[in-house]
């Protein structure tokens, strides 16, 4: 694990350590950790949702044939069978 060293103004350092009382955490990092994860699952929230959302708008759907998931598992060996290789 690396360090980071920040600086706060006495207010937020004031702000941290009321929130680990409150909260529970045993050091300013174990909340600083937390709260890096929590941002970055809201981050990939986000991206999932405009993802969906993307495909909603991107046209009427049409039934998959069995051709289509012919065509996908196809396509995944393939690349799987590339990363084998490529890791040789």
Request: aromatic content about 4%; charged content about 25%; hydrophobic content about 35%.
């Amino acid at each position: 694990m690396t360090s980071l060293n920040i600086s706060l103004p006495e207010s937020m350092r004031t702000y941290i350590d009321q929130q680990m009382a409150l909260l529970g955490y045993s050091t300013a990092s174990e909340y600083i950790r937390d709260l890096i994860r929590q941002e970055q699952k809201r981050q990939a929230t986000q991206r999932l949702e405009t993802l969906l959302l993307e495909g909603l708008e991107s046209g009427k759907a049409t039934d998959m044939t069995e051709q289509d998931w012919l065509d996908i598992r196809q396509a995944v060996a393939q690349k799987l069978a590339n990363r084998q290789q490529n890791k040789k």
